[in-house]
C-alpha cells in the first residue's frame, strides 16, 4: 500500500503532523512517501525538517493508492484536481478551522493504522466543469469540487449576472454576484450567502445570489443534468471576476459566458470514521437549530 503524506507547511509546522502519520503507517506495513501539495512562495521561510526526502506529488500520484492531506479545506481542494485524474482517494486531516471535508483531526492520528491494509470505505463527491467563452473561444477550463464565483471588483459596484439552465433564463441577479456549487460546497460561501446546506453525496447544482439587490432572489437547487450559464451582460462596461474553488481569478469581460455543468469526475474522499453528515455539521458548526 502506497500511501502519500502531503502537508501544507503553514499549517503544519514541521511537518510534525506528517512525519508523525508516517510512523504510525510505516509500522502498520505501509510505504509513504512525503510531499508538499504546492510549491512555497518565492522568499518565505518554511520550517521543514533538513533530514526529511520530500518527493513531487505530480510524480508520485501515478503509481498511489492513498492521498492523505494535511490542512485545511483548502489543502484537499488543490489536491482533489490533481488526485481525480489518477481516481487516487484523499483522506484529509484537519490542521485548520473548520475543515468540513477533512476525515480526521490532528489528534486523532493513531486512527490511519488500518489503511495501511486497505481497511477504508470511499464516498464519491459530484465536481463541475467550468469553461469560460469569449464568442466561439474557450479561454478558461477549470475543474471544481466546491463552487465557481462570480464577483464585482470594486465594493462600489453592483454586478448584474444572467443565469441560465439548459439556454432557458433563471434570472437576473443584481449585486455583489452570483455563486454556483456542489452539495459539497453547499457549507462553504454558498451557505454563509445564505444558500441551502446539502448533503454532501447528493447529485445538484445550488445556485446562490451574494448580497443581491431585490428582494425576490433566492437561492436555487437545480437537477445535476442541466448546463448552467452565467452571462455577463454585453451592455456593461464593469469587470467582473470568476474564481474556481477559491483559485487564482479570472477576469471577465462584457458579453462573456460562464458554463458549469456536473463533470464525468469526481472526486474520492476515503473515510474511516463512522460519523454522519449531521454529527459532521453538529461538531463544526454548533448544530442546525440552536
Known sequence: MKILLSSNPYRDRGLRAALEAKRVLEHAGAQTVLCLPFQPKRGDRLDLPKQVSLSLMEQELPSADLLICFGGDGTILHAARDAVIHQV?????NMGSVGFMAELERGELSMLAPLAHGMFTIEERMMLDVRVLRGSREISRDLSLNDAV????SMARVAEVEVMADHMKVSTIMGDGVIVSTPTGSTAYSMSAGGPIVEPT???III???CAHQLAARAMVLDSGRVVTAQIPKSTRKYLYLSVD???AVRLNSGDRV???????CTRLARLAD???YEIINQKLGGLVP
Open 208 to 210: 446562490t445570489p451574494v
Open 202 to 204: 447528493s447529485q445538484c
Open 246 to 248: 477559491g483559485g487564482k
Open 150 to 153: 462570480i464577483s464585482k471588483g
Open 259 to 265: 458554463e458549469i455543468s456536473k463533470s464525468e469526475h
Open 89 to 93: 482517494p484523499i483522506l484529509g486531516v
Open 275 to 277: 460519523r454522519s453528515f
